[in-house]
C-alpha cells in the first residue's frame, strides 16, 4: 500500500521511511514503511515484541529511543528531530497504552495548560473559560465521563476503562490530525470497549487519519480499518485490507514471524 | 580517653563573647532575666557553636558556616521604618492583624493594635523582661533545658519579640501576623524571643513571617503553649529575606484534646536551619506537622524536628516536601519520640526531596524512638528526580518541557500545601511557588 513517487507526500498524513530504531543497542525496528493517507484509517497487528509500541513512542517523540535511520514526515515535514510537544502541536496525537496517573494534577488544570499551549505554539489566541469549559462538557457528556472525575488528579483512581476514555476526551479536545492508539484495547471489558471506539468512530473525519495498534483483532470489529498491516520483527511484512484482521485471528502471527526472520 | 578536646575559638565565638560581655548591661531585663542569660551564655560557652559531629547540627556545621558573628542590631531610625512600612504586604490577602518588628525591635506604630478583641493581649517581650513580668520570665526555657546551642545563645541575647495572650474560649477573628522584617542597611544580629500562650478552648491562627533586604544574623525562637481542646494553626513563611544566616527554634507545648497545625513554608536562604520541638503533654490531640520548601542555587534549608509524644493517644501526622535546584543542599531531620506511658499514639512521619539537578544534595534522617508498646508509628522517606514518563505523558500532549516540570513540582509541593486549612493563605502560597516555578523558568532561558 505504500505510494511512492512525485506529490506522493501531499496525499500523506504520515508517511515513514526506512525507519531503524534501537533501544540499548538492539535493534527494534528494522526499516520499517508505512503511509497513511488522510482521512483513513491503518490498523498495526503483530504479535508480541514486533515493535508496535516502540513505533509508537518513536512517533511520538519518547526519550529512550535511538532512530540510526529514515524519516518520520507528518503532512509532509519530517518530525524527528521535533521535541514531542511540537510534534503534538503540529497534530499527533498518541493515546496511551498505559495512560499514567498524575497526583495533584487535577485534569480540568492539564487539559487547559495542555490546550492553551498547543494553541500559543500555532499562534492562536488562548480558548476563554466558558468556551473552554462548554467544549469539555460536551466532551465528556459523550464519554460518559462525570464532572467529579474531572476535578480530581489526572488518571487518579481512576478503572481502566476510565482512563482510556480519559485518553479519547484529550484526543476530541486537542482536534489533532494523527491520533496514534496504542493497544486502546488493553485492559478493557466488551463494554468500555465499545465506548472508546464509539468516541473514536465519531472523531473520524476527511482530515484526520489513525493509527490503531493492536494485538487483537476484536478492536478492528469496532474501529473498522481502511487498511490493515502485520508487523513483525520491525518491519511490516504484509499489507491488506480489513479481512486480513480476520485471517489473522484464525491463523495467528506464527507464520509472519518465520517470513520475517 | 574521654577528654573531649576543645577546639580553639573560632572568630564568630569570640565575636560572641565580646558582643556578650559589651551587651548584657543593656539588654533588658534586670537581675532574674540577667541571671538566665548569663547562664545560657555559659550554656553556650561550654560547647560552643555545634558542627558536625554534633548530631543534631550533623549537615548544618555553625562552626564552618558562621564565619563571623555581626553587631547587635540598633533600634530602627525613622528611615529604617520607612523601609519597612510595606512588611507583611505579601499576606495582604488574609486581612490579617500585624504585627511587625524591625531589625528585631517591635514597632507599634507599624503594627495593627486597634480595637482588639476582648480576650487578646499583645504585648512587647523586651517591655516584660524589663519590668522582670513574672509571668513572662518564669515561663521562658521552661519548656526545654537550654542544652540547644541556638536557643542558648537566644536567651543570652534575646531582644524583643511578641507576647501574645489569647484567653480562654477566645476564637480570634482574624489571623494573627507576625511580621519580621530585616531592613536596617548594616547587617547585623538580630535576637528575636516570642511567647504566645492560647488558652483553653481558643482558637487562633498565628502567622509568622520573616522578609527583608538586609543580610542579618537572625536567630529567632517562639515558645507556644497551647491549653485543652484550643485549636491552633501556626504557619512560618520565609524567604531570601529571612537573613544571610537565619536560626530558627519552635518549642511548642501542647495540651489534651488539642488540634495543632504547623506549617514550614521555606522559599530558600543561604542558610536556614528551622528547628522543631513539638511536646505532646495532652491526651487526644492530633497535630499535623508539615512544611514545604524550595531552593535554589547555594541555599542551604535544614528542617529539624523533634515530636515527643509524653500522653496516650495522640496522633501526629508530618509531612515534609523540598524541591531543590542548583547546588542547593536540603536537610531534614525528623525524630518522633513515644515516652512509654504514651500509649496508642499514631504518628506517621514522611519525607520527600525532589531533586532538579544532578548537583543539589538532599540528606533525610528520619527517626523513631519508641518506648510504648502499643503505638502504630512509621516513616518514609524518599529523595528522586522528576519523573521522565510522567514529563512525556504532559509533553506528549503538547506541554513544554518548563511547564511540564513546573506543573508536576507544583504538584508535588501542592500536597503538603493543600494540608492548610485556611483557603487564603493556601492560595498565597502556591502563588509563590509558582512564582518561584516562573523566575526558575526564566533563569533557564
Known amino acids: 500500500m505504500t505510494v511512492k513517487g512525485e506529490g506522493a ?33 491503518h490498523a498495526i497487528m503483530g504479535p508480541n515484541g514486533s515493535g508496535k509500541s516502540t513505533l509508537a513512542h518513536v512517533l511520538a517523540g519518547k526519550p529512550g529511543y535511538e532512530v540510526t535511520q529514515g524519516e518520520v514526515l507528518l503532512d509532509g ?44 505554539k500555532r499562534e492562536q489566541p488562548e480558548l476563554s473559560t466558558p468556551e473552554f469549559l462548554k467544549q469539555v462538557r460536551a466532551v465528556a457528556g459523550k464519554l460518559d465521563i462525570d464532572q467529579e472525575m474531572l476535578r480530581r488528579g489526572v488518571n487518579v483512581g481512576f478503572s481502566g476503562g476510565e482512563k482510556k476514555r480519559n485518553e479519547i476526551l484529550q484526543m476530541a479536545l486537542l482536534e489533532p490530525r494523527l491520533c496514534v492508539l496504542d493497544e486502546t484495547d488493553s485492559g478493557l471489558d466488551i463494554d468500555a470497549l465499545k465506548v472508546v471506539a464509539q468516541g473514536v468512530n465519531g472523531l473520524r473525519s476527511p482530515d484526520r487519519s489513525f493509527v490503531v495498534i493492536t494485538h487483537y483483532q476484536r478492536l478492528l470489529n469496532y474501529i473498522v480499518p481502511d487498511v490493515v498491516h502485520v508487523l513483525s520483527r520491525g518491519r511490516i511484512v504484509k499489507t491488506g485490507g480489513k479481512e486480513l484482521a480476520l485471517e489473522l485471528e484464525g491463523s495467528g502471527y506464527a507464520q509472519y514471524q518465520e517470513e520475517a526472520a | ?281 495532652g491526651e487526644g490531640t492530633i497535630a499535623a506537622i508539615r512544611g514545604a520548601s524550595l531552593l535554589k542555587a547555594r541555599q542551604h534549608v535544614d528542617t529539624t524536628l523533634v515530636a515527643e509524644h509524653a500522653a496516650c493517644g495522640c496522633t501526629s501526622r508530618e509531612l515534609f516536601k523540598s524541591v531543590l535546584d542548583g547546588e542547593s543542599h536540603g536537610v531534614f531531620q525528623g525524630k518522633i519520640i513515644v515516652r512509654p506511658h504514651a500509649q496508642k499514639t499514631d504518628a506517621k512521619m514522611a519525607t520527600h526531596a525532589l531533586l532538579l539537578s544532578d548537583t543539589a544534595e538532599a540528606d533525610n534522617k528520619p527517626e523513631l524512638e519508641i518506648f510504648a508498646d502499643d503505638v502504630q508509628c512509621g516513616h518514609g522517606a524518599t529523595a528522586g528526580s522528576l519523573d521522565e514518563d510522567l514529563l512525556f505523558y504532559l509533553r506528549a500532549r503538547g506541554i513544554p518541557e518548563k511547564e511540564a516540570e513546573a506543573l508536576l513540582i507544583q504538584a508535588f509541593v501542592g500536597e503538603a500545601v493543600e494540608g492548610i486549612e485556611h483557603a487564603g493563605l493556601r492560595d498565597c502560597l502556591m502563588e509563590h511557588v509558582v512564582a518561584w516555578l516562573a523566575a526558575r523558568k526564566q533563569d533557564a532561558q
Not at chain 1, 514531542?84 to 487539559?111: H, N, S, W
Not at chain 2, 553556650?44 to 550533623?58: I, Q, T, Y
Open chain 1, 9 to 41: 507526500n501531499e496525499m500523506h498524513m504520515l508517511e515513514v521511511k526506512d525507519l531503524h530504531v534501537e533501544v540499548d543497542g538492539r535493534k527494534i525496528l528494522n526499516g520499517l514503511e508505512l503511509s497513511v493517507g488522510r482521512g483513513s484509517v
Open chain 2, 1 to 281: 580517653m574521654n577528654i573531649e578536646l576543645r577546639a580553639n575559638r573560632t572568630a564568630a565565638e569570640t565575636a560572641l563573647a565580646a558582643n556578650f560581655a559589651a551587651a548584657r548591661g543593656r539588654l533588658p531585663g534586670p537581675l532574674p532575666v540577667e541571671q538566665l542569660r548569663e547562664a545560657a551564655f555559659r550554656t553556650f560557652e561550654s560547647a560552643g557553636l555545634p558542627h558536625r559531629r554534633v548530631e543534631e547540627w550533623k549537615y548544618t556545621d555553625l562552626r564552618a558556616l558562621m564565619r563571623e558573628a555581626r553587631p547587635l542590631a540598633r533600634v530602627p531610625d525613622e528611615e529604617t521604618k520607612l523601609h519597612a512600612r510595606k512588611a507583611g504586604e505579601m499576606l495582604a490577602g488574609l486581612e490579617a492583624r500585624r504585627v511587625v518588628f524591625v531589625d528585631g525591635s517591635f514597632v507599634p506604630e507599624l503594627s495593627d493594635l486597634a480595637s482588639l478583641e476582648p480576650g487578646l493581649r499583645i504585648g512587647s517581650m523586651a517591655a516584660a523582661l524589663a519590668r522582670a513580668d513574672t509571668s513572662v520570665v518564669t515561663h521562658l526555657g521552661r519548656a526545654m533545658p537550654l542544652t540547644d546551642a541556638a536557643l542558648a545563645l537566644n536567651t543570652a541575647f534575646m531582644g524583643d519579640g511578641a507576647v501574645v495572650d489569647i484567653e480562654p474560649r477566645v476564637a480570634l477573628a482574624r489571623p494573627l501576623h507576625l511580621v519580621f522584617i530585616n531592613a536596617g542597611s548594616q547587617p547585623s544580629a538580630v535576637f528575636l524571643r516570642s511567647l504566645v500562650r492560647v488558652g483553653k478552648g481558643a482558637r487562633a491562627m498565628l502567622v509568622e513571617s520573616h522578609e527583608g533586604t538586609s543580610e542579618h544574623q537572625v536567630n529567632t525562637a517562639l515558645e507556644l503553649e497551647v491549653a485543652a481542646e484550643a485549636h491552633v494553626d501556626h504557619v512560618k513563611i520565609s524567604g531570601p529575606g529571612a537573613g544571610a544566616l537565619h536560626v530558627s527554634t519552635l518549642l511548642a507545648t501542647v495540651g489534651p484534646h488539642v488540634r495543632f497545625n504547623e506549617f514550614l513554608f521555606t522559599l530558600g536562604s543561604r542558610v536556614l536551619r528551622n528547628q522543631l520541638f513539638v511536646h505532646f503533654a
Open chain 1, 77 to 120: 515535514d519530517d518530525v524527528l528531530g521535533l521535541a514531542p510537544d511540537e510534534r503534538a502541536a503540529k497534530g499527533l496525537f498518541l493515546a496511551f497504552q498505559y495512560p499514567l496517573e498524575i497526583p495533584g494534577v487535577a485534569t480540568m488544570t492539564f487539559l487547559r495548560t495542555a490546550i492553551n499551549a498547543q494553541r500559543k
